[in-house]
T-cell receptor, first 110, second 116 residues
Framework: GQSLEQPSEVTAVEGAIVQINCTYQ??????LSWYQQHDGGAPTFLSY????GLEETGRFSSFLSRSDSYGYLLLQELQMKDSASYFC???????????FGSGTRLQVQP | NAGVTQTPKFQVLKTGQSMTLQCAQD?????MSWYRQDPGMGLRLIHY???????DQGEVPNGYNVSRSTTEDFPLRLLSAAPSQTSVYFC???????????????FGPGTRLTVL
């Protein structure tokens, strides 16, 4: 099966940089994804890492190290609207089912 | 495109009642899935489908049935509702890219279900 661990809460100030870590255990591995979810809303896709290294999309970057079963999401120039929950997710054997972590609640303070 | 739509938005059931949560997508995506999300928790996969006529169980399938007669629709049936099924239910879809299921899933707005 699959399991993922990420911190439950992170607090940062506007304009700062924050890193949300994710470690995973999975039988088979076909990539690590990140999703954002605002309170009362639906999850929305942020980024995907299929190979080791850094992927950058605007203020957000995501990193993967398959040898360490570890990844992180980096958010730069934090804005109040970035206050949300962030989930990492892995696709394991069979490449079909996506398993989500329990989420990290990010609170951005002024 | 409407994307992924779910109905109803809210539902209250009594224990033992049955109902169907509707999910439809107009993006011609092959892969569709149902998740439940309990307060302060991540999403747990209930059932998924890789195409019309093909369904499979996820992490928490007990008490739920699905069918996929068309590419567009993927309804979730609660057979006999229980208070433990009180949750927010999300439907999602993904296209197939380069022969594999895309890592990007598109989520519907969710159905908030309360079972008394």
């Amino acid at each position: 099966g699959q399991s993922l661990e990420q911190p439950s809460e992170v607090t940062a100030v506007e304009g700062a940089i924050v890193q949300i870590n994710c470690t995973y255990q999975t039988s088979g591995f076909y990539g690590l994804s990140w999703y954002q979810q605002h309170d009362g809303g639906a999850p929305t896709f942020l980024s995907y890492n299929g190979l080791d290294g850094l992927e950058e999309t605007g203020r957000f970057s995501s990193f993967l190290s398959r040898s360490d079963s570890y990844g992180y999401l980096l958010l730069q120039e934090l804005q109040m609207k970035d206050s949300a929950s962030y989930f990492c997710a892995v696709r394991g054997t069979g490449r079909r089912a996506l398993t989500f972590g329990s989420g990290t609640r990010l609170q951005v303070q002024p | 495109n409407a994307g992924v739509t779910q109905t109803p938005k809210f539902q209250v059931l009594k224990t033992g009642q049955s109902m169907t949560l509707q999910c439809a997508q107009d993006m011609n995506h092959e892969y569709m899935s149902w998740y439940r999300q309990d307060p302060g928790m991540g999403l747990r996969l209930i059932h998924y489908s890789v195409g019309a006529g093909i369904t499979d169980q996820g992490e928490v399938p007990n008490g739920y049935n699905v069918s996929r007669s068309t590419t567009e629709d993927f309804p979730l049936r609660l057979l006999s509702a229980a208070p433990s099924q009180t949750s927010v239910y999300f439907c999602a879809s993904s296209p197939r890219t380069s022969g594999n299921i895309s890592p990007e899933q598109f989520f519907g707005p969710g159905t908030r279900l309360t079972v008394l």
